[in-house]
């Protein structure tokens, strides 16, 4: 059995964080290979490691002295260090790098790299685990893809026999040799990664969260964590809005079927969310929604056409105008007569006019309108599929609640309900589903 563990920046903050951590891997001995963030924040005021890093190399393009900020860094890891009693020379690799800086030779994802890089240093040494370098086997193509095979090889052949490893997330090397970055959050690529390279039993993502919200907290009092969710399920939740992992973080474990895990290292009795392709048993019968998310700010076109429904190529002529002006579309609902495109405001808002103009002459409609202000909620869950009466019940409880629905659309695969509202009605649009199929 082996699982590979990620822990975040939170996770890697202080002392007590990485007290936290050695707990846990001590409760599981399964947990021999750990990825890691570079330290982040202690509480709300202040900074991330990588953070301070981008501004130290801004400050060096521009010819501005940063020992400052360089010395805010070097002291959040002496001050682990030390806490711990951690036996580590530092100074040298720091004084080394302090160097780089000022002469300038060194790049900015090299520098910034080098926040994950120290944490994993501290971290081996603290477990007293073999620290294996990314730069030795995330290999990037030249396009910035990762090259999975040679990467996968790489790792295989560093990981000891005997023994755990700590991995610093976030980076790697690309075919010239130099160090190359993931963009922000990318330690979660990292994990996913060495997991799938190791063919891991499961990938337990540490943070700072029980686990993926049924909803957004600043919406929904205390929402309840999602105990299992599929990949798929995953997908539509993050395409309408919920912030979960990238999808490039879950695509290297989804290829070789392994399991995910969020887990909270301030709560780890927590079970977390786990991430499958499909589960087999039913976790809770009662629950048909898995989670509920949103996002604000559409703007729908609507037309209408006498006879549109006999006529060949009318939407093809709406959509064209759309494509020529690269705005991608939401949804489509329609009637027997009518059509309207659901898009973000923020990209149709810019040519809106034009956009009009081309339709009403390319596709001679009889009415065309626009209402912006638009919200789309959706209510994401498997077990809707086939399940008759979840839409009435969801559309009963937002009437009884006076909110007018503007639109209503379900994907094929019945996995999500789809309705736009005002934005205005947005949230309380979304405590209602939740207290009527959560609580
Ligand atoms: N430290 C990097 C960031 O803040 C990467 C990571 O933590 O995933 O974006």
Known sequence: MLKVTKFGGSSMADAGQYRKIREIL??????????????????????????????????????????????????????IRDELNIQLDLETEFAALKQQLTSKSISQDELVSRGEYFSAKLMAAYLGFRFIDSAKWVKFNLDGTVDEDASYDALRKQMPLKGGAVIPGFYGIMPDGHIRTFSRGGSDITGALAAAALDAD?????????????????????????PEVTYDELRELSYSGAQVLHEDAIFPVREKNIPLNIRNTNAPEDDGTMI??????????????????????????????????????????????????????????????????????????????TILAEIQKEAEPDTLDVHDQIAVVAAVGRKMAFRPGISGKIFAALGEAGINIRMINQGPDELNIIFGVDNRDFAQAIRVLYNSFVK
């Open 26 to 79: 001590g409760s599981d001995p399964a947990r021999r290979v750990v990825v890691v963030s570079a330290a982040g924040k202690r509480n709300k005021a202040d900074h991330k490691i990588t953070d301070l890093l981008y501004l130290c190399h801004a400050h060096i393009q521009y010819g501005v002295d940063c020992t400052s900020v360089f010395e805010m860094i070097t002291s959040r890891y002496l001050e």
């Open 202 to 226: 499961v990938y337990e993502n540490w943070t700072d969260v029980s686990g993926i919200l049924m909803a957004d907290p600043r919406i929904v009092d205390d929402p309840q964590p999602i």
């Open 276 to 353: 499958k392709e499909r589960f087999d048993g039913d976790h809770d019968p009662h629950r048909f929604i898995t989670g509920i998310t949103g996002k604000k700010d559409f703007t729908i076109i609507s037309m209408s056409k006498r006879g549109m429904s006999n006529q060949v190529g009318v939407l093809h002529k709406v959509l064209s105008v759309l494509v020529r002006h690269n705005i991608s579309v939401d949804y489509v609902p329609n009637g027997i007569d009518n059509v309207s495109v659901v898009l973000p405001t923020e990209a149709v808002a810019p040519h809106l006019y």
